[in-house]
């Protein structure tokens, strides 16, 4: 994006401001079907609604919905507070140009709005964006919230994912498989045979009696599996020494055409490690306590996970046990 682009001179003429020029918001969201945002940094990201509720990012990934959510609402709720003063006009445009996000957004496949988001005013309760076509650029708020704008529109394609790596119905899972490598008689199956009921068992032998109610919390626990963060920071180094340890469980989950087929790894322990080291012994611990790393099948992406959410997926076929307290 050229400074040249939006670099323009300044003409209001007797105070007035033409409603084209200033009118920033598209009211009708549901026709909205693609929003295009690029940033100085070279970062830019394409948001495609796929279902009246399911966007995807750049074609690959589905969209996280609280962040497109915020979009939307923020998309039909901005308004003009006031168009930037002469003695601002200078500052302000130099400083869009070289950092701002353009938004292009599109209903109905058709190109029908292009401006550019830019930094706060110095009160925090505004932006400053400019129009494409118009004249000046403006201050823009959404009356009643005591904030500033550009955050919502963010351009890098990492921060637009969903985080789940399974969204689904409890009622449609049909399988979950947990595999411990070096134990394999703790391994728990987990299988759907009719409606509203299921066998537990360890691929060998099925329990004869269950707890439901714990099967039931279980279920709904594993259909909606999600990850922290994608880790991009590690050297191949550290990735083959975290391969070749293998995985300490195996997670399968299969519901209608969803799967997820992942390993999980141990992560060393690090610098950002909560727990460094064990208050009695004052040896470093051989593993992370709190983040582990999962990978799926035929992905070659490293997601951070934390003990905290998987816990309760990673069990055994003891804690199904009626008046059980096992793990």
Not at 105 to 112: A, E, F, K, M, S
Not at 137 to 154: A, C, D, E, K, W
Not at 155 to 170: F, I, V
Request: aromatic fraction near 12%; include cysteine.
């Amino acid at each position: 994006m050229a400074a040249a682009a939006i670099y323009f001179y300044y003409t209001q003429k007797s105070g007035t401001i033409k409603m084209e020029l200033s009118d920033f918001a598209v009211a009708d969201t549901l026709s909205i079907d693609k929003i295009f945002m690029a940033d100085r940094e070279g970062h830019s990201v394409t948001l495609t609604r796929q279902s009246p509720t399911e966007w995807s990012v750049n074609n690959k990934f589905q969209a996280k919905p609280s962040g497109i959510s915020t979009l939307l609402y923020t998309i039909s709720a901005i308004e003009v507070r006031s168009p930037v003063g002469k003695n601002l006009y200078n500052s302000t445009m130099k400083l869009m140009a070289s950092k701002s996000t353009k938004v292009e957004i599109y209903q109905h496949g058709d190109l029908v709005k292009t401006y550019y988001v830019g930094h706060p005013t110095m009160d925090n309760l505004g932006t400053f964006m400019y129009l494409q076509g118009s004249t000046v650029p403006f201050i823009v708020h959404i009356p009643g919230f005591n904030g500033f704008l550009s955050t919502r529109y963010f351009a890098e394609e990492q921060n637009w994912r969903d985080r789940g790596l399974l969204h689904t119905e409890p009622q449609l899972i049909t399988q979950i498989l947990v595999k411990n490598p070096v134990n394999p008689d703790s391994t728990l199956e987990i299988r759907k045979i009719k409606e509203g009921e299921y066998s537990v068992g360890n691929g060998k032998q099925l329990l004869a009696a269950f707890d439901k109610r714990k099967l039931n919390a279980y279920i709904n626990g594993a259909s909606n599996i999600f990850y922290e963060k994608l880790d991009n920071e590690m050297t191949g180094e550290q990735r083959d020494s975290i391969l070749k340890a293998g995985p300490f469980s195996i997670l399968y989950v299969e519901a209608g055409n969803k799967k997820v087929s992942a390993n999980l790894y141990r992560k060393p322990v690090s610098v950002s490690s909560r727990s460094q080291y064990n208050e009695t012994t004052g040896k470093i611990w051989s593993y992370d306590l709190d983040h582990f790393y999962l990978m799926l099948d035929q992905d070659t992406t490293w997601y951070r996970c934390q003990y905290f959410q998987y816990d309760r997926l990673l069990k055994t076929t003891g804690y199904f046990l009626p008046s059980s307290t096992g793990k």
